[in-house]
Structure formats: C-alpha cells, structure tokens
C-alpha cells in the first residue's frame, strides 16, 4: 500500500473544507446583483499555446478543439469551491457553449492532498469517456467520501467508485500504480511552474488566467467577452 493511500484520512481533508467555507461566507456578503453583470478580472496573462500542450497525461476535455474561447481548469477533487463550481455553474457554461461549439474546456488535475491524488488516479483508470462522468460524480458527492462520518476516506472513495465499475481489485490495482501517482502530480507541477497555479479551482482562458469559483452569469459574461 502506497504513503498516500495511509494517508487518506478526515483530519487533512476537514482544515480545508474549513477554510473554503468561512471563504465561501465572506463571498456570500457582495451584492448577488453586481456579481451577476460584473465580468470577472484577469491575473494576468500566459501563453495560452503553451498552455494547450498536452503534459504526463492524455488530455481530458469537451468541446470542439476549434472553439473560439479555449478554457483550461486546473481543479483539485477535494476543493469545495470546485466542487460547488461543477455542482451550480458547470452544466450551465456546458448547455450554453460547450455543446455549442463555442468553448473547448480542458480539465486538468492539480491535486493538493493525498485523496484528491487518489481519486484523479481513479478517474483516469476509468475508460477515458467516462473520465467526465467520473470526476462530476465525485465532486458532486465530495463530501461523502472526502469527509465521511466514520472517518474513513479510503472505504468511502471504494464504494463510490463501486458505482462506476470498479471491483475492490482494480481500485486497489489502480491506487498502487506508482506511475499514475506520478504523472498526477506531474500534472500539477507543471500548472504550478509554467503557468503559476497556486490556488483552486484557476481557469486560464485564450491566455488570461482567473482564479475562484465563478457563478453562471460572471463566467457567461466573461466567455462572451471572448465571442
């Protein structure tokens, strides 16, 4: 058994959820009516070309590859403001302009605990089509196997990914591949490195990079922005 997988415990994982919601109740204080026409502020800028190279791993995206405004996600499994982000913004932004063929959305991990590691490596030992599937129902269902009652992280993340085919074999196959754990992380450290990643969810978009949950209007202001 690997050094993360004993490590895949609720005391980590509950100072961040900690953390993200007294965040998350500092944001609720602005006013609803101009975060929704406000078009959110770049960080700066970054070679988007470079951006869209392919790193360890194969690229997991929707879209059309030719869209017009290309955003890159960098997003943690165990961030809750990712989660809230894929759980109340994505499906809207994915209606609206992905299956439209105005935005190509490219996920990429940066995981910065040793769960979320694990459950991007389970998501990539799914069948690539169901890499998106994956990664929504984990999100979606975060703090159930983030933080289970029982402590137990590790049971917690088995029994969901029981949902999505895997047997207690392949998912104890698929977290001892020291391989994959690498090229995770790889993942992350190249979003750190080349392109100063630093916090979650961080969305670079035709080169201007933005950081934090967005709501449904401020991301389909800021895509418009783009057409």
Not at 37 to 63: F, H, I, Y
Not at 67 to 80: G, N
Not at 146 to 154: C, E, F, I, L, Q
Request: proline share 7%.
């Amino acid at each position: 058994m690997s050094n993360f997988e004993l490590n895949l415990t609720k005391r980590h994982l509950l100072a961040g959820l900690a953390t993200a919601a007294t965040g998350a109740a500092v944001a609720s204080l602005a006013s609803p009516a101009l975060a929704a026409v406000e078009v959110p502020k770049s960080d700066r800028s970054v070679d988007m070309a470079a951006v869209l190279k392919p790193g360890e791993l194969p690229e997991q995206a929707l879209g059309k590859p030719d869209a017009p405004v290309k955003i890159v996600e960098y997003f943690s499994m165990t961030c809750p403001h990712c989660a809230h982000f894929h759980e109340v913004t994505f499906d809207a932004i994915k209606t609206k302009y992905i299956d439209t063929g105005k935005v190509y959305f490219v996920f990429r991990e940066f995981p910065f605990d040793p769960a979320a590691t694990a459950a991007f490596m389970l998501a990539r030992c799914a069948p690539p089509e169901q890499y998106y599937p994956f990664i929504t129902m984990f999100l979606k269902q975060q703090r159930a196997w983030a933080a289970p009652s029982d402590g137990d992280v590790r049971n917690a993340m088995l029994q969901m990914s029981k949902m999505a085919g895997f047997t207690q074999e392949s998912f104890q196959a698929c977290l001892t591949n020291t391989k994959l754990a690498g090229e995770v992380t790889a993942v992350r450290d190249r979003g750190a490195k080349d392109f100063g990643v630093n916090s979650t969810p961080t969305f670079i978009i035709n080169g201007k990079v933005y950081t934090g949950d967005m709501p449904v209007d401020s991301m389909s202001a800021l895509i418009d922005s783009f057409l």
